[in-house]
């Protein structure tokens, strides 16, 4: 599916393209290939490289095409393994053509259009247009940060209670999307000082609109490293946990092994087909009982003291 899309105080959807309009392709089928190729003539090897899932952000030139790849995040509400995730977005521009290209649905690209409408912002260029773009992913990256800040504790306080496989699991893919988020935050920050040497003698710079951009991205990357490192700790707190736990357990069951071993030896002595001395004794079979309640009652008090039971 794809949109034409005009600044006049903000995106204005249009009937049809105008040259420096921008192109927003989204989730692109036969048609919209043939438009950008035929059309448009964007490079194929453009298109092919943003359909990769695990592409990095990084830029190309072909002739007078510049490709911007950039990562944003994504929330993966169908997919069970990983709640929020990034994917790469492209940006294809020359002197007169502004193409964006996504193989995935997201929540940012429509919510951009809608705040630059709201705002009434002007985006003067193509390099306005992917600066504000990286700051909208920015903007989504902090608020996806907070619902996996809710995850953690909510996981957190389940943990307390009893400890299962499943909020273990839950949290261990919260720290995976950390990682994802952390290195496509840094991928993108490496892309300013990419796209400032690009357009270094252009007038196409604004000095103003990188420094937020930049200010934007250090926030994002700061939250995810907090949020990782409380992540990690409280991983291995709760490892500590599950391994004091685990010893606490072996020590009751060894005890609770020699306890009852110790009635079970005596009955052995005396369950040997040799002379016990003790036939001719009356009630020779209470005091053996006995004897081994008194020294299994003694191995409970021991262990009790050493707080092994």
Known sequence: MRRYLYCEAGFVEKAQWLPNSWVNVVCPDNDDFEFLTQILKVPESFLTDIADTDERPRTETEGNWLLTILRIPVQDKLNGNLPFST??????????????????????????????????????????????????????????LKQINLDITAA???????????????LMRLQKTLVYFNTSIRG?????????????????????????????????????NIYSDILTGTM??????????????????????????????????YGMNVDIH?????????????CSVMLSALSFVIFRKIKWF
């Open 87 to 144: 994917v790469p977005i492209g940006i294809i521009t020359n002197d007169e053509i502004i193409v964006s290209v996504c193989y995935y649905n997201t929540d940012l690209l429509p919510d951009f259009i809608e705040h630059t409408r709201k705002k009434g912002i002007e985006v003067r260029n193509k390099l306005d247009l992917i600066l504000r773009l990286i700051y909208s992913s920015s903007v989504w990256f902090l608020k996806y």
């Open 156 to 170: 957190e306080k389940e943990l307390e209670k009893s400890i299962r496989n499943e909020d273990l699991l839950r």
């Open 188 to 224: 993108n920050e490496v892309m300013i000082g990419k796209l400032q040497s690009i357009f270094q003698d252009t007038n196409y710079l604004d000095k103003d609109l990188v420094e937020d951009v930049i200010i934007e991205l250090k926030q994002a990357l700061n939250t995810v």
């Open 236 to 269: 291995d707190a709760f490892a500590s946990i599950i391994s004091n736990n685990v010893n606490a357990i072996m020590k009751r069951m060894t005890s609770l092994s020699i306890t009852l071993m110790l009635p079970t030896l005596i009955a052995s002595f």
């Open 278 to 290: 003790l036939e001719d004794t009356p009630h020779a079979f209470a005091l053996i009982i006995l």
